[in-house]
């Protein structure tokens, strides 16, 4: 039998502890690293729904009682790779509702009796479709009452750069690595609402981490660094 000096045994006991400490260590490193990306997924999920507020208040310009609901929640994946953290976001369309139909109703051609195409006077906000232009009013996007999926595929789209400049300090992104969003459109085409046939499918918006430290440490501003966003459709 072998018979273990006190030296050796108290080198064991503070190599076993050592060995502990480093494990608890990484445990309390890897929690608060899960907590960083579960944070920056539910200020994800916010940017979504502060771009269709965004939207909601240029409508209620046009139509005051209109109300645009997302058909689903907002849901959020992640996942750290050696490229750097990578959000997965299902974004859900937007459910009109009968005020809101109706007004794009009235804004598609119609046949008149001589068989031509009669597009009804523009609405502008808070207006009904008159020949005596309204008075100045807050602006509304042009392109609401056309593509209103378009318009609010861009308010999206601004509202998730925003938040991967302003928001992603947290995540500690290294210079070489990439901060990743990978937006997907989980709503399903309703026939009854033409513009729902969108052709948004996947937006991919990556920044890298050295823009966003020059961002922070102030070599460019906010403006700058959004440039920086790559944004690739598929």
């Known amino acids: 039998m072998v018979k273990l000096t006190g030296a ?4 064991v006991v503070m190599l076993l502890a050592g060995s502990a400490a480093a494990h608890d260590v990484r445990n ?15 200020l994800l999920q916010q940017a979504v729904q502060n771009g269709a507020q965004q939207m909601t208040r240029q409508i209620r310009q046009v139509t005051p009682d209109a109300r645009l609901m997302l058909s689903g929640p907002t849901g959020v994946t992640s996942y750290r790779l050696q490229l750097g953290p990578i959000f997965d976001v299902r974004v859900p369309g937007m459910m009109p509702n009968a005020a809101w139909t109706l007004t794009q109703f009235m804004r598609q051609p119609r046949p008149n009796s001589n068989g031509g195409l009669v597009t009804p006077t523009a609405l502008t906000p ?3 479709a008159s020949a005596t232009p309204p008075p100045s009013s807050p602006f509304v996007d042009p392109a609401l009452l056309s593509d ?9 789209k601004n509202a998730i750069v925003e938040t991967m400049v302003e928001n992603s300090e947290a995540l500690h992104i ?15 085409p309703d026939p009854a609402v033409p513009s729902s046939q969108s052709d948004f499918h996947t937006i ?17 501003a ?7 966003v790559t944004i690739r459709e598929e």
Do not use: C, H
């Open 222 to 228: 906010v403006d700058e660094a959004k440039k920086r």
């Open 126 to 128: 808070g207006s009904t």
């Open 28 to 42: 309390q490193q890897a929690l608060a690293e899960k907590k960083q990306m579960l944070n920056f997924g539910v």
């Open 174 to 188: 290294t210079p070489d690595e990439w901060l990743t969003v990978v937006a997907k459109d989980s709503a399903q």
């Open 8 to 11: 050796v045994v108290t080198s």
């Open 204 to 220: 991919i918006f990556q920044i890298k981490g050295i823009d966003l430290a020059d961002f922070r440490e102030g070599r460019i």
């Open 148 to 156: 209103p999926d378009g318009v609010y595929t861009r308010e999206v």
